[in-house]
C-alpha cells in the first residue's frame, strides 16, 4: 500500500510541475512593461523557481529510487539529497550576490515591495496544499500503525520548505505577469 501513496505522490508532484510551467508560460508581461529589462526580483524570482523545481524533482527521484526509508538509512541517499537542499542554496545565494554586484546597489521601487508582498499569498497556499496531501496521505497509510516514522516527518517538512520557496517565487513572477492594482 506504500508504494500505491508513493507514487500517487510523485504523480502529483509532476502535474504540479506541469501545471506550474503551463500556468507560467502562458502569461505574458504587462503591456506597460514591454520592452523593459527584468528587474533584480524578477531575475531571482525566474531562478529561484528553476531551482526549486530542480530540487523538487530531484527528491522526488531519489525517494522513488532508494523509497522513504532507504532514504532515511541509506548514507549515500542522504548525502545526496543534503547535496541537493545544500546545492540549491548555494546558486540562490550566488545568484542573489551577482544581481547586487552587476547591478551596483540592487533598486526596489514600491512596484517590487508591493509584489513582494503579494507573494506571500501564493506561497502560503503552496505551503497550505502541501500539508494538506502530506496529512491526508500520511494519516491513511499508517492510520492501522498509529504512528507516523520519523523519515517521513522530515520528508514532510523539507518539501513542505522547498515547496514554500517554490511558492514565494512563483508567486514573484506572477506579480510581474499580471496585472497589478494598488488599493487606494
Not at 529510487?65 to 541509506?74: A, K, L, N, Q
Not at 508582498?117 to 499508517?142: D, G, K
Request: net charge neutral; with cysteine; aromatic share 10%.
Amino acid at each position: 500500500m506504500r508504494i500505491f501513496w508513493l507514487m500517487i505522490a510523485c504523480l502529483g508532484g509532476i502535474l504540479a510541475l506541469l501545471a506550474i510551467s503551463r500556468v507560467v508560460r502562458e502569461l505574458r508581461p504587462n503591456p506597460e512593461l514591454k520592452g523593459l529589462p527584468m528587474t533584480s526580483l524578477e531575475k531571482l524570482g525566474w531562478i529561484g523557481l528553476a531551482v526549486t523545481a530542480l530540487v523538487v524533482a530531484g527528491i522526488a527521484g531519489l525517494v522513488a529510487i532508494v523509497g522513504v526509508d532507504g532514504f532515511h538509512e541509506d548514507p549515500a541517499a542522504r548525502f545526496t539529497f543534503w547535496l541537493l537542499l545544500m546545492g540549491a542554496l548555494g546558486i540562490w545565494g550566488l545568484a542573489w550576490a551577482r544581481l547586487r554586484r552587476d547591478g551596483g546597489s540592487v533598486v526596489v521601487d514600491e512596484r517590487d515591495r508591493a509584489i513582494l508582498a503579494r507573494s506571500f499569498s501564493v506561497e502560503s497556499m503552496v505551503v497550505l496544499v502541501s500539508l494538506v496531501a502530506w496529512t491526508v496521505s500520511l494519516t491513511e497509510v499508517f492510520w492501522d500503525e498509529g504512528s507516523i516514522p520519523i523519515p517521513y516527518i522530515q520528508l514532510l517538512f523539507w518539501t513542505t520548505f522547498v515547496g514554500g520557496a517554490m511558492g514565494r517565487s512563483l508567486g514573484i513572477i506572477l506579480g510581474y505577469r499580471r496585472e497589478l492594482t494598488v488599493d487606494a
